[in-house]
């Protein structure tokens, strides 16, 4: 194993921090020096070596500032440093958690941990030594948060080419890209008809339609969280629109399924109503600093238009 210099463990004993982290709390001892921000708190630990370092996230659009000063102490000062991000406000995603881990932190405290257990996870890290890989470039982990630009109905082909592309990419975690699942309607309910019931709120899920079946790939959502994920999708029940479903949820599963819609004959591809058509299929959103997130709006459930053949 090998040593490090003594002079750069100096501050191992040091704890930075955000001001929010301990809650009000004066600081717990001579080590600990509070900040009242995350770039006050970065700006003191570029010159740190091994000290703890500890950020605030207090909402989702912090996540790519923190990611890049994380990245940035992680690249710089190396691997002796402990580097911990304390969530603070509501859930962010599994994707962003990642992203903060792949940026080089040791650990991130969920919003939901008591003080006093935050205390415990601070203290499980003390002596650690960052041991996994962290890319130069920062770009590459950004990238592969959101690998799919794409929102709702595709066409058959865009969809087979889009979730194949992406069971070959080596930068997003093994079986965990996300579920796709086929449903088939309710007998009475034609699938051009339940795709105007099927709204993807989120960028990266899409959907199309073939062979009497609406086949939806859900990016990054992970099986327990399938049918969440369709309550949010969907305005009404999922069992009263369909009466059968099929799930994939790992790479092999389906990057096999993949190629078994490849090979269906383009006879049975099914075209979206000309009003669901309509929807911009781009994803425009993007996670900007300002960022807030937006109340759901209502939806109108469409009637099947005149002269829509039957
Ligand atoms: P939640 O709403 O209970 O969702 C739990 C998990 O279900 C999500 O975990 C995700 O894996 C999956 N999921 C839910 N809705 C969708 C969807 O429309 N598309 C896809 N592909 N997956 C979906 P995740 O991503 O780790 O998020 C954790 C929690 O963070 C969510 O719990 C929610 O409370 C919050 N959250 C994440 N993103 C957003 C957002 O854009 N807006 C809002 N309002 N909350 C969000
Ligand atoms: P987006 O990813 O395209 O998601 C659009 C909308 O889908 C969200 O609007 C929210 O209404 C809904 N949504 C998506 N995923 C979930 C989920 O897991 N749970 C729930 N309950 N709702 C979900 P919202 O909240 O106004 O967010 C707008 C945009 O801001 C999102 O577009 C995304 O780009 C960004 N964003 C919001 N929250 C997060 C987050 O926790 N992490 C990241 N990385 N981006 C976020």
């Known amino acids: 194993q ?3 210099a003594p002079q750069s463990r ?5 704890v930075l921090s955000h001001l929010s982290v301990l809650e009000g709390a004066p600081p717990l001892s001579e080590n600990w020096s509070l900040f009242d921000s995350n770039d006050a708190l970065f700006t003191e630990a570029r ?4 000290a703890t370092v500890i950020f605030a996230l207090s909402s989702n659009s912090q996540v790519e500032s923190v990611a890049r000063q994380i990245h940035a102490l992680r690249r710089q000062r190396g691997s002796a440093m402990k580097i911990i991000v304390r969530e603070s406000q509501g859930s962010v995603r599994a994707t962003d958690e990642r992203l903060l881990l792949g940026c080089g932190a040791n650990i991130v405290i969920p919003w939901n941990a008591p003080l ?3 205390l415990t996870l601070i203290e499980s890290v003390q002596g650690q030594t960052f041991s996994r890989q962290v890319p130069q470039e920062i770009a590459i982990l950004l990238e592969s948060m959101q690998p799919l630009r794409l929102r709702g109905y595709q066409p058959w082909e865009t969809f087979c080419d889009s979730v194949g592309a992406l069971m070959n990419n080596t930068l997003l975690p093994k079986d965990g890209k996300g579920v796709l699942v086929a449903l088939r309607p309710v007998p009475g309910i034609r699938i051009e008809q ?4 099927c709204r993807p709120p989120r960028a990266g899920d899409i959907v199309t339609l ?6 939806l790939f859900l990016s990054f959502c992970r099986i327990p969280d399938l049918d969440t994920a369709l309550k949010h999708i969907f305005p009404l029940p999922v069992a009263d629109i369909f009466s059968n479903r099929m799930v994939w ?3 092999a599963q389906i990057a096999a399924e993949i190629v078994q819609m490849r090979a269906m004959q383009p006879e049975k591809w099914s075209k979206p109503l000309k009003m669901t058509a309509d929807v911009a299929p781009v994803a425009s959103q993007r996670h900007d600093d300002n960022a807030r997130r937006r109340v759901p709006t209502l939806i109108t459930l469409l009637s099947e238009p005149e002269g829509e053949p039957r």
Do not use: P
């Open 210 to 215: 073939g062979e009497n079946r609406l086949v």
């Open 249 to 251: 949820y790992e790479d």
């Open 2 to 4: 090998q040593e490090i």
């Open 116 to 118: 006093s257990r935050c």
């Open 47 to 50: 010159q740190a070596q091994a």
């Open 10 to 14: 100096n501050d191992e004993r040091r």
């Open 194 to 197: 339940a795709l105007t019931l």
